[in-house]
């Protein structure tokens, strides 16, 4: 029986409560270190242009190792506790790179070891989030909840990106860090006192790794899902490439400190709450097809304007690109999340959320290091262009012929049971 939604919004309901905000909090720490680290390379460090890049496909890398088997894992174990266990793995590992520095060991290696490690764990509770979520706020709730978790993500990845500049400014790179591996303990201390129970079998159910296979083969029959996956693999690809660049880019580029960087990118970051707060509006306005294919054609023109961002009045064109990508996102990212968690059977959504993700994903760590090969050969400038361009192109794949034909999305309760499912 789905839970459902309670009277007056989901932040009335305690778990939820706690939920979202270890999440907020831990998404700031999160958004610390994505900016951090790689100012961590570039500052202190001095390494190359592929070497920064090679940090995100490291963050990402594990999604094509592992993502397939933590669908299972979700599935097949309480996820709470593997939840738990995944932010007392990342705080530490956070931890051990301002140590290092302090005692003058720190390297690009250890760099990126911590950002694949983080990554692994970061794999396994993103996928035990998805499953846990229905859990707590019910197939009502979905929208709500995702718009409010998304919402908060971007708020505090504008917050973190901000703090990020300014704390490596004041602290020094390394020692910023510290307050993402306090994020982590947060975010695990909140899980801990959630009380509702968790779905999935008993603890004692095997683990084998074909149990992966019905996810896939929903996935790849499911006449909404494939091209939603499809988009978000090549989405991921291109934004990966600009995220993988964008400090380099403003720092040895545009010529702007770390301080200054890290607020511009903050403020660029803004559009995401506007994004994660329009898109239960959107949804009911035009449907869930027409407002994933309007936000992504208007998401990747708008990424065409980052490539053109300079010193002065031009750095409005980094702002206005990256506010109307992120607002793009974040949405897109509340409805088409909304619509899996709602669509899916219950048995069957780690899996499904892994395998999409493992193309999805996966395709962050390619992205990454095509973007540190195009930013060597052709400058990063000229390489922004040509990632902007794949972002823009990667929208074609919601004109599939199912999602164009503007359907809302079928309802579970209808649905649920069809034959990709079986």
């Known amino acids: 029986m789905t839970r459902p939604a309670p009277r007056g919004g989901l932040l009335r309901q305690r778990?939820?409560?706690?939920?979202?905000?270890?999440?907020?909090?831990?998404?700031?720490?999160?958004?610390?270190?994505?900016?951090?680290?790689?100012?961590l390379a570039v500052t202190v460090l001095r390494a190359s242009t592929f070497a920064v890049a090679a940090l995100t496909a490291a963050a990402y890398l594990p999604w094509l190792v592992i993502g397939l088997p933590a669908g299972t894992w979700a599935d097949r174990r309480p996820v709470r506790p593997l939840m738990i266990a995944c932010d007392a793995v990342a705080a530490l590992l956070y931890?051990?790179?301002?140590?290092?520095?302090?005692?003058?060991?720190?390297?690009?290696?250890?760099?990126?070891?911590?950002?694949?490690?983080?990554?692994?764990?970061?794999?396994?509770?993103?996928?035990?989030y998805q499953v846990y979520l229905p859990s707590l706020v019910g197939v009502a709730g979905l929208v709500e909840g995702n718009a409010w978790l998304q919402g908060s993500a971007s708020a505090a990845a504008i917050g973190g990106r901000a703090a990020a500049g300014l704390a490596a400014r004041?602290?020094?790179?390394?020692?910023?860090?510290?307050?993402?591996?306090?994020?982590?303990g947060v975010s695990a201390a909140c899980l801990l006192r959630i009380r509702a129970p968790a779905?999935?079998?008993?603890?004692a159910a095997p683990v084998l790794p074909g149990r992966a296979w019905p996810g896939i083969a929903f996935v790849a029959r499911d006449p909404y899902l494939r091209p939603l996956t499809f988009y978000a693999a090549a989405a991921n690809l291109a934004y990966a490439g600009n995220l993988?660049?964008?400090?380099?880019?403003?720092?040895?580029?545009?010529?702007?400190?770390?301080?200054?960087?890290?607020?511009?990118?903050?403020?660029?970051g803004a559009g995401g709450l506007l994004g994660a707060l329009l898109a239960p509006r959107l949804t009911r306005a035009f449907g869930t097809a027409r407002a994933l294919i309007l936000i992504s054609l208007g998401a990747g023109l708008a990424g065409l304007?980052?490539?053109?961002?300079?010193?002065?009045?031009?750095?409005?064109?980094?702002?206005?690109?990256?506010?109307?990508?992120?607002?793009?996102?974040?949405?897109?990212?509340?409805?088409?999340?909304?619509?899996r968690q709602g669509y899916c059977p219950p048995s069957l959504l780690g899996r499904v959320t892994a395998s999409m993700r493992f193309l999805a994903y996966g395709m962050i760590p390619l992205g990454a290091l095509l973007a540190g090969a195009l930013g060597t050969v052709l400058g990063v400038r000229n390489a922004?262009?040509?990632?902007?361009?794949?972002?823009a192109a990667a929208s074609l794949f919601l004109l599939a012929f199912r999602i164009r034909a503007g359907r809302p999305g079928p309802r579970p309760e209808r649905e649920r049971g069809s034959g990709a499912g079986q």
Do not use: D, K
């Open 170 to 184: 004041a602290l020094g790179a390394a020692a910023a860090l510290l307050f993402n591996a306090a994020s982590f």
């Open 244 to 268: 993988a660049l964008v400090v380099v880019f403003l720092i040895r580029v545009v010529g702007l400190g770390s301080a200054v960087a890290g607020l511009l990118m903050a403020a660029g």
């Open 384 to 391: 922004l262009w040509v990632l902007q361009a794949l972002f």
């Open 199 to 203: 779905p999935g079998p008993s603890p």
């Open 15 to 39: 778990n939820f409560r706690l939920l979202w905000i270890g999440e907020t909090v831990s998404g700031a720490g999160s958004s610390m270190a994505a900016i951090g680290l790689p100012l």
């Open 305 to 339: 304007l980052i490539p053109l961002t300079g010193p002065g009045p031009l750095i409005a064109c980094y702002l206005a690109g990256s506010a109307l990508i992120a607002a793009g996102l974040a949405a897109i990212n509340v409805i088409a999340g909304s619509f």
């Open 95 to 128: 931890a051990s790179l301002p140590a290092a520095a302090w005692l003058h060991m720190l390297t690009t290696g250890q760099l990126v070891a911590v950002a694949l490690l983080a990554g692994a764990a970061s794999v396994v509770f993103a996928t035990a």
